[in-house]
Nanobody, 124 residues
Framework: QLQFVESGGRLVQPGGSLRLSCTAS????????IGWFRQAPGKEREGISY???????DYSDSVKGRFTISKDNAKNTAYLQMNDLRPEDTAIYYC??????????????????WGQGTQVTVSS
């Protein structure tokens, strides 16, 4: 069973960029859909992007055009490149995996292997 460790979060100014990493252990990413999620204070965890085994990606409207998901199967790591960061992007960011077909980018259903998350704070 996959288990993830997220990293790369930090304090960044509005308009800045970050790249988050999500490294898996306990298996290979090759056959999974990998999702990135975030949870802001007082809000539910929401999916913001995923990449499936074929490389197909999707994004929530809130990050489309600013964030890019990718993965390196050889390194067993997925990434989230975040550009043009805004204060509303402040949250704990998580990744997880599923073998199910993902039909809604915002859904957390069916995902497993959640890590501790990495804190992203966007503030001047």
């Amino acid at each position: 069973q996959l288990q993830f460790v997220e990293s790369g979060g930090r304090l960044v100014q509005p308009g800045g960029s970050l790249r988050l990493s999500c490294t898996a252990s306990g298996g290979t990413l090759n056959y999974y859909t990998i999702g990135w999620f975030r949870q802001a204070p007082g809000k539910e965890r929401e999916g913001i992007s995923y990449i499936d085994h074929s490389g197909t990606t999707d994004y929530s409207d809130s990050v489309k055009g600013r964030f890019t998901i990718s993965k390196d199967n050889a390194k067993n790591t997925a990434y989230l490149q975040m550009n043009d960061l805004r204060p509303e992007d402040t949250a704990i960011y998580y990744c997880a995996a599923t073998l199910n077909t993902v039909t809604q980018v915002s859904s957390t259903w069916g995902y497993d292997g959640w890590g501790q998350g990495t804190q992203v704070t966007v503030s001047s």
